[in-house]
Nanobody, 118 residues
Framework: QVQLVESGGGLVQAGGSLRLSCAAS????????MGWFRRAPGKERELREF???????????YYADSVKGRFTISRDNAKNTVYLQINSLKPEDTAVYYC????????WGQGTQVTVSS
């Protein structure tokens, strides 16, 4: 059974950094482009917002305009793990962060909460 487990969130002050991890299990994810998504407070009825993605095959990366230059996605193929380094955090980055295939076809994990105080 496919499982995605996110971790690494927390409460940080504006300008701070966090490193999120997404451990994937249950199948080989080498054929997927994996992504990070987020959902801000009060937007539970909305689709999760795309943040970043990385292709397993060649490491190509893609970012939402709002996070370019601050967030860095990476992966460890051997560990089936995707990371999101988030720097220069802003209060508007406050959200629950999730990983999934970029097509969002895998079962969602519970996410990891990132809270940025001003």
């Amino acid at each position: 059974q496919v499982q995605l487990v996110e971790s690494g969130g927390g409460l940080v002050q504006a300008g701070g950094s966090l490193r999120l991890s997404c451990a994937a299990s249950g199948r080989n994810f080498n054929s997927y482009t994996m992504g990070w998504f987020r959902r801000a407070p009060g937007k539970e009825r909305e689709l999760r917002e795309f943040v970043a993605a990385i292709r397993w095959s060649d490491g190509s990366t893609y970012y939402a305009d709002s996070v370019k230059g601050r967030f860095t996605i990476s992966r460890d193929n051997a560990k089936n793990t995707v990371y999101l380094q988030i720097n220069s955090l802003k209060p508007e980055d406050t959200a629950v962060y999730y990983c999934n295939a970029n097509s969002q076809i895998l079962p969602w994990g519970q996410g990891t909460q990132v809270t940025v105080s001003s």
